[in-house]
């Protein structure tokens, strides 16, 4: 009997732990998809600094990614359903971070492939993040909106939380924005650091 009882009691501890550890699990995933990344110090006009082609008077949406970010599968699919039902003069821009110690072709992921299939888009290499801190951001996923005269509408992410895609404000302000050509927009981005907020890259 006392064997019996001090079984069912370690069983019951056992459940316990395991019930205690589930819990801390989610609550740590909840955390990491409800973090929002660092989000950008975008130049209200666009910048002078940046290699990235823009046609005069034309809008503007550019997003950076590091291709190695699973949150960004999410930021890519959402950017493609922007591009779907915007008006189709705005340009888009994917920028495409990679370190410069890597050797080429380490870009080439899933996520890369994404943003190639996106109607329209151009997507650019951006060496140690070069074009990421011309647009003053840090997080994979960032999104600008610049209007035709190149002042910034629209900063942020197009995700509601990390790695998931569906309806959220930042698409639904970036849409609106350009298809009424009025007001502005923020939103948080959730992403992978490509750069460090004092400059460096990761």
Same mark, same amino acid.
């Given at each position: =009997?006392?064997?019996q #009882?001090l079984?069912l009691? =370690?069983?019951?501890? /056992?459940?316990?732990?395991? /019930?205690?550890?589930?819990a801390?699990?989610y #609550? ?6 409800t973090t929002?990344?660092? /989000? ?5 006009v ?17 997003m $950076?990614v590091?291709p ?10 959402? $950017?493609a359903?922007?591009?779907k ?9 994917v $920028? ?5 110690e890597m ?5 080439r992921?899933?996520v ?12 650019v290499?951006?060496i ?5 801190h ?7 996923g ?6 035709g005269?190149?002042?910034?509408r629209?900063t ?9 895609a ?19 927009g ?7 650091a ?5 400059? #460096?890259?990761?």
């Amino acid at each position: =009997m006392i064997r019996q #009882r001090l079984f069912l009691s =370690m069983l019951v501890l /056992a459940a316990i732990v395991w /019930a205690g550890t589930v819990a801390a699990a989610y #609550r740590a995933i909840r955390q990491f998809e409800t973090t929002p990344g660092v /989000a950008a110090t975008a130049p209200k006009v666009w910048p002078e600094s940046t290699h990235v082609a823009r046609s005069a008077g034309a809008w503007s949406l550019v997003m $950076l990614v590091h291709p190695h970010c699973s949150c960004s599968r999410a930021s890519v699919q959402e $950017l493609a359903e922007i591009v779907k039902n915007a008006p189709r003069d705005v340009e888009t821009t994917v $920028l495409v971070f990679r370190p410069r110690e890597m050797d080429a072709g380490w870009e080439r992921t899933a996520v890369y492939d994404a943003a190639t299939r996106i109607r329209g888009a151009r997507v650019v290499l951006d060496i140690d993040a070069v074009e990421a801190h011309a647009f003053g951001g840090f997080t994979s996923g960032q999104t600008f909106l610049y209007d035709g005269e190149g002042q910034l509408r629209f900063t942020g992410g197009i995700t509601s939380l990390r790695g998931h895609a569906g309806i959220n404000r930042g698409r639904v302000d970036i849409l609106h924005i350009a298809a009424t050509r009025s007001g502005s927009g923020k939103h948080p981005v959730f992403g992978c650091a490509i750069t460090e907020a004092e400059g #460096r890259t990761r």
